[in-house]
T-cell receptor, first 116, second 114 residues
Framework: GNSVTQMEGPVTLSEEAFLTINCTYT??????LFWYVQYPGEGLQLLLK?????DKGSNKGFEATYRKETTSFHLEKGSVQVSDSAVYFC???????????????FGQGTILTVHP | EAGVVQSPRYKIIEKKQPVAFWCNPI?????LYWYLQNLGQGPELLIR????????DSQLPKDRFSAERLKGVDSTLKIQPAELGDSAVYLCASSSKSYSGTQYFGPGTRLTVL
């Protein structure tokens, strides 16, 4: 079945540091890939997505590139801020139709804390 | 545009009691999802609706969980009777009908079963 593996956290950084959160997946075909962010006390918000190989999703300074050859979708940001402190989830949605359509499979989440 | 609305935000009940959660999706979104999020884990799909039809309920524990979306708009998820292990956050999400439609999540209902 489909699965998503994220690097274990928590991750603690100083403001303006470089961020990488690793994400690898297992799925057949060409799933769509997502990063969601969950701020304290809030629901999940879509951060960025990519729907085909070599696509780069980007938003709010965050980037992730869909790498089919390494089945990865690592999240990066060049300079983190205190306001980026949150839980980050990598997820996939399988391609094709049928009952699996739209079924997001999430990783376990990575807690990011950014200190001033 | 209003987001996905869920209520209540928090619920504390005794074990063996019933509980219900309500979700109103984004206007015009045909697809509605209920997810379960245990502490320190990613969300797991419980059930997915296309309009009023439950098209994927394979992960819903049907002995105690039930859900409905009678008019294809808002939805209710019920647990009866609740068990200690049901303590978690219950998330609702919705999307428009497109192949890689983005799912928009509500704030969730945090359930504590004592």
């Amino acid at each position: 079945g489909n699965s998503v593996t994220q690097m274990e956290g928590p991750v603690t950084l100083s403001e303006e540091a470089f961020l990488t959160i690793n994400c690898t997946y297992t799925a057949t075909g060409y799933p769509s890939l997502f990063w969601y962010v969950q701020y304290p006390g809030e629901g999940l918000q879509l951060l960025l997505k990519a729907t085909k190989a070599d696509d780069k999703g980007s938003n709010k300074g965050f980037e992730a590139t869909y790498r089919k050859e390494t089945t990865s979708f690592h999240l990066e940001k060049g300079s983190v801020q205190v306001s980026d402190s949150a839980v980050y989830f990598c997820a996939l949605s399988p391609d094709g139709g049928g009952t699996s359509y739209g079924k997001l499979t999430f990783g376990q989440g990575t807690i990011l804390t950014v200190h001033p | 545009e209003a987001g996905v609305v869920q209520s209540p935000r928090y619920k504390i009940i005794e074990k063996k009691q019933p509980v219900a959660f309500w979700c109103n999706p984004i206007s015009g979104h045909n697809t509605l999802y209920w997810y379960l999020q245990n502490l320190g884990q990613g969300p797991e799909l419980l059930i997915r609706y296309e309009n009023e039809e439950a098209v994927d309920d394979s992960q819903l524990p049907k002995d105690r969980f039930s859900a409905e979306r009678l008019k294809g708009v808002d939805s209710t998820l019920k647990i009866q009777p609740a068990e200690l292990g049901d303590s978690a956050v219950y998330l609702c999400a919705s999307s428009s009908k497109s192949y890689s439609g983005t799912q928009y999540f509500g704030p969730g209902t945090r359930l504590t079963v004592l």
